[in-house]
């Protein structure tokens, strides 16, 4: 693991297993790049990312961060909890998204030097963003065997709150050799997803995704019904995934024929937000010197559901004083 300075406190580390390159930033605990060998050898930078510390300062999409502490949307900002009401930031419309204003993305991580990988550390204060309780959370990056890159968060509290992290890498399999992802194939074990209201959250409604755009039941390339979908502009969805015996749950598979690269997501999340960046316009140069086009690149979001605070029958987002916090992520690439 490498490490090189940055102006103002902020460090770039490099981790390796020999085969896969990831580079992580401790603004935002953000994955800068992932570089992954083709089916011939050849690594490219798979996800995207910038060259500079101040075009992740000004980024809106959340390019790589670590988002919190609630990933995704909050309806109009709000969640009661042990009988108290909490007003957060709307920085999205009416909503809250992605922790606030100054969420965890916009944030400088403690970094330690562990012989399990790299662990960032960043301590949320009581009333930060509208939370309650100092909230201490610790995020490991680290390999394990057959290409598996992991990403374990833990975290404590002094106060009952609520909590749902994630990382918001996209990715381009192609290394961004293509500007849209529509011949990306893919799968994602889910039965159902999460219907939304009017707002863009969660209405409550459980549905099948059968005979829907968002049913990748069967591997499908991401291009065949990404145009059925007005509103959204593209994929913007969470799935219900499908239970099974393992800690972790297989939830998608990402493949891309051209380079033969091959990403399998594992997480211990009962979600995952697939976003096809249908907001992005060609306005940002990426890490891989091109222009980052809408359906540029796909975030595979792992997390708990949207607006679970305010919908008691989604699985718990609340942590306790005498509760530790614990999800994991895992990225697995091969090729075919």
Same mark, same amino acid.
Not at 179 to 203: D, G, R
């Given at each position: ?61 959340? !390019? ?207 979600? !995952? ?64």
């Amino acid at each position: 693991m490498n490490e090189i300075k940055q102006p103002n406190g902020v460090q770039l580390f490099t981790l390796s297993n020999g085969v896969i390159d990831v580079v992580v930033c401790n603004y935002g605990c953000t994955i800068v790049s992932m570089k992954v060998p083709d089916r011939e050898g050849k690594k490219q930078n798979v996800v995207a990312g910038f060259n500079s510390v101040e075009d992740y300062k000004s980024d809106i999409n959340y !390019l790589g961060c670590t988002v919190g502490r609630f990933a995704n949307r909050i309806a109009f900002g709000e969640f009661k909890l042990d009988g108290k009401q909490y007003q957060l930031a709307r920085n999205d419309g009416v909503n809250h998204l992605h922790g606030g204003t100054r969420g965890f993305d916009k944030q400088i991580w403690k970094t330690d030097d562990s012989t399990d990988g790299l662990v960032m550390h960043y301590v949320s204060t009581d009333g930060e963003e509208g939370y309650p309780g100092n909230l201490q959370i610790a995020v490991t990056f680290s390999f394990s065997a057959a290409n598996k890159f992991i990403i374990q968060y833990t975290a404590t509290t002094d106060k009952p709150t609520i909590i749902n992290l994630t990382n918001h890498s996209y990715f381009n399999l192609s290394g961004f050799a293509q500007s849209t992802i529509y011949n990306h194939f893919l799968t994602v074990n889910a039965e159902n997803y999460t219907v939304k209201n009017e707002y863009n959250v969660p209405s409550g409604e459980i549905r099948s995704v059968a005979g829907t755009p968002y049913d990748f039941r069967k591997s499908k390339l991401i291009g065949d019904d990404i145009h059925d979908l007005p509103v959204d502009r593209g994929y913007d969805i969470n799935y219900v995934l499908d239970k099974n015996k393992e800690d972790e749950r297989a939830c998608a598979t990402l493949y891309e024929p051209v380079s033969g690269r091959l990403l399998n997501v594992f997480t211990t999340k009962p979600g !995952l937000q697939v976003y096809t960046a249908n907001w992005w316009n060609g306005s940002a140069t990426g890490a891989q010197n091109t222009l980052y086009q809408k359906h540029g690149a796909v975030a595979l979001e792992t997390q708990s559901f949207p607006d679970s605070p305010n919908h008691p029958e989604f699985p718990t987002t609340i942590l306790n004083p005498s509760e530790v916090y614990s999800s994991k992520t895992t990225f697995q690439f091969l090729t075919l």
